[in-house]
T-cell receptor, first 112, second 114 residues
Framework: DQQVKQNSPSLSVQEGRISILNCDYT??????FLWYKKYPAEGPTFLIS?????DKNEDGRFTVFLNKSAKHLSLHIVPSQPGDSAVYFC???????????FGKGTKLSVKP | IAGITQAPTSQILAAGRRMTLRCTQD?????MYWYRQDLGLGLRLIHY???????GKGEVPDGYSVSRANTDDFPLTLASAVPSQTSVYFC?????????????FGPGTRLTVL
């Protein structure tokens, strides 16, 4: 059973508007979450993270919100730019192994 | 430029052949990981190493082996490749085993097993 879920395979947004990417998780023991961005033919790159002791973390145009009671987090990109077009992966702290548990990803397309 | 390198970039392999995917990092990170990315399944952990000399199994370890003889290198070996191992393989590293440390990913190896 998938522990980190990204239910939207794709999202299309107009340049300048807000992009909202969603992620749900099932394991209440997860206490650290990350977003990675991936361009074609490249490895994922770290974008932003949030600890479970916070409900919001902001870095420039990127903000991650965490709702622990709903086991839900979201990534907001404002304003969206064509260069933001990529696949975005949500990941959670996997525990003792130190690994990350990834969602399936959401492909964001930002149209000029 | 500091980072992670993977080789080869891509490979087509006949089923039953042995193959080693190479991964080298120059950041002196203690922890290293191998993931596979399959369409619709995201990235799944194959094996990991918390420090040189130690390795562990991830979510999908069957058919793969790893070694960590030193800090920098973490090769992944397919002893006898099967078509279901067709995937894109990513090596990653982090300063320590804790997930509170950002993981850095290599560019990936695209492997096709026929």
């Amino acid at each position: 059973d998938q522990q980190v879920k990204q239910n939207s395979p794709s999202l299309s947004v107009q340049e300048g508007r807000i992009s909202i990417l969603n992620c749900d998780y099932t394991n209440s023991m997860f206490d650290y979450f990350l977003w990675y961005k991936k361009y074609p033919a490249e490895g994922p790159t770290f974008l932003i993270s949030i600890s479970s002791i916070k409900d919001k973390n902001e870095d420039g145009r990127f903000t991650v919100f965490l709702n622990k009671s709903a086991k839900h987090l979201s990534l907001h990109i404002v304003p969206s730019q064509p260069g933001d077009s990529a696949v975005y992966f949500c990941a959670a702290d996997g525990g003792s192994q130190g690994n990350l548990i990834f969602g399936k990803g959401t492909k964001l397309s930002v149209k000029p | 430029i500091a980072g992670i390198t993977q080789a080869p970039t891509s490979q087509i392999l006949a089923a039953g052949r042995r193959m080693t995917l190479r991964c080298t990092q120059d950041m002196r990170h203690n922890a290293m990981y191998w993931y596979r990315q399959d369409l619709g399944l995201g990235l799944r952990l194959i094996h990991y190493s918390n420090t040189a000399g130690t390795t562990g199994k991830g979510e999908v370890p069957d058919g793969y082996s790893v070694s960590r003889a030193n800090t920098d290198d973490f090769p992944l070996t397919l002893a006898s490749a099967v078509p279901s191992q067709t995937s894109v393989y990513f090596c990653a590293s982090s300063a320590s085993w804790s997930s509170y440390n950002e993981q850095f990913f290599g560019p990936g190896t695209r492997l096709t097993v026929l």
